[in-house]
């Protein structure tokens, strides 16, 4: 299969280079990701500045720019033919329900979608009973490697596929799951120094996740795989309820 690997952790990031390795095995990887880490870039495109592609190797080129633009030069400027699918990841992070919006990860397999081509997001997310973060990709890897098929089957017209798991040697299974509502608590800090100027530093909280039994956030910290197909256009909610009010034209 002809993959478009890309990630918003950068060059640099354990989980893309992880899975990389993984799919190479057995398919045809090209690599575009971005030159930096652009987590939390959501889907931020360049459009007034020019963006600079570096090539790594025959396969493996950086760009100054998003995941999105990854995914669009990817396609328009260092494929010589169109991907069967793109994959986004693997993302050093959950990417679960209102994390969406913020995620450069999932924006890259939206842009995916809205392109007509299947589109994967990955992401695994850290296990808040070990004391100290062990980052293990290598069997969710594996996964996405073996059911490639099977996942790409699930991305109808523009609907990309997150999947999301913990840290994790081996898991339980696979959930279907539903999109949670996610709350950061996170704060701003503002330190006012002698030149005039004021700093400030962002500061994240902690998360709070909710929703059904059939959650993301549930799955995953119950050790399942946790794969939601999500719709990549926006859609809009119903109105009629307020037809009699009146507006000013």
């Not at 575009?32 to 360049?46: A, F, I, K, Q, W």
């Not at 209102?98 to 007509?116: E, H, K, W």
């Not at 062990?134 to 069997?139: E, F, Q, R, S, V």
Request: proline share 2%; aromatic share 8%; glycine share 6%.
């Amino acid at each position: 299969m002809r993959i478009l690997l890309t990630n918003d952790d950068g060059i640099h990031g354990e989980g893309f280079q992880v899975i990389k390795k993984v799919l190479e095995k057995e398919n045809e990887v090209w690599s575009v990701v971005p030159n930096v880490n652009r987590s939390g870039c959501s889907h931020g495109l360049t459009m007034y500045t020019p963006l600079t592609l570096k090539r790594k190797d025959d396969t493996l080129f950086t760009c100054s720019g998003s995941p999105v633009d990854c995914c669009i030069y990817g396609m328009q400027a260092v494929m010589t033919e169109k991907p069967d699918v793109i994959i986004s990841g693997i993302n050093k992070g959950a990417n679960m329900g209102t994390d969406l919006l913020y995620s450069g990860t999932a924006a890259a397999a939206r842009q995916g979608a809205l392109l007509n081509i299947p589109s994967i997001a990955v992401s695994l997310c850290k296990d808040e009973k070990m004391e100290k973060i062990i980052w293990k990709y290598d069997a969710l890897a594996n996964f996405v490697n073996n059911n490639l098929m099977s996942l790409v089957a699930m991305c109808e017209d523009n609907i990309f596929i997150n999947i999301n798991a913990k840290s994790a040697e081996k898991y339980l299974g696979i959930r279907f799951t539903e999109l949670s509502k996610r709350t950061y608590n996170d704060k701003v800090e503002v330190y006012k120094v002698k030149d005039g100027l004021s700093y400030s530093f962002f500061v994240c909280g902690n998360v709070t996740s909710e929703g059904s039994e059939k959650a993301d956030f549930r799955a995953v910290e119950e050790g399942y795989i946790s794969i939601s197909r999500v719709h990549a256009q926006p859609l809009a909610v119903d109105c009629h309820e307020f037809e009699n009010l009146s507006f000013i034209v």
